[in-house]
């Protein structure tokens, strides 16, 4: 798996600066990284839920099964 885009974990802006903000250990895979953008870090806890933002990221994404026309 390639390096993921580096997204605000704040403000979702893809960020040429990324700052680290935690690394996330996955029992099945490869951790991954929780990246800032310079602006949001210092408004960010230091320690938030990433996989609070996983789900709502998933709800926001709509289903793409249910779109077979071609
Ligand atoms: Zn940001």
Do not use: F
Not at 11 to 38: F, K, M
Not at 56 to 70: D, G, I, S, V, Y
């Amino acid at each position: 798996m390639p390096d993921p885009v580096r997204m605000c974990l704040r403000c979702h802006r893809i960020t040429d600066t990324p700052v680290l903000i935690q690394e996330i250990h996955s029992a099945s895979g490869p951790g991954w990284n929780v990246y800032a953008c310079p602006d949001c870090a210092p408004h960010l806890p230091p320690a938030p839920d990433p996989l609070e933002e996983l789900e709502a990221a998933r709800r926001h994404r709509p289903a793409k099964e249910e779109r077979r026309m071609p």
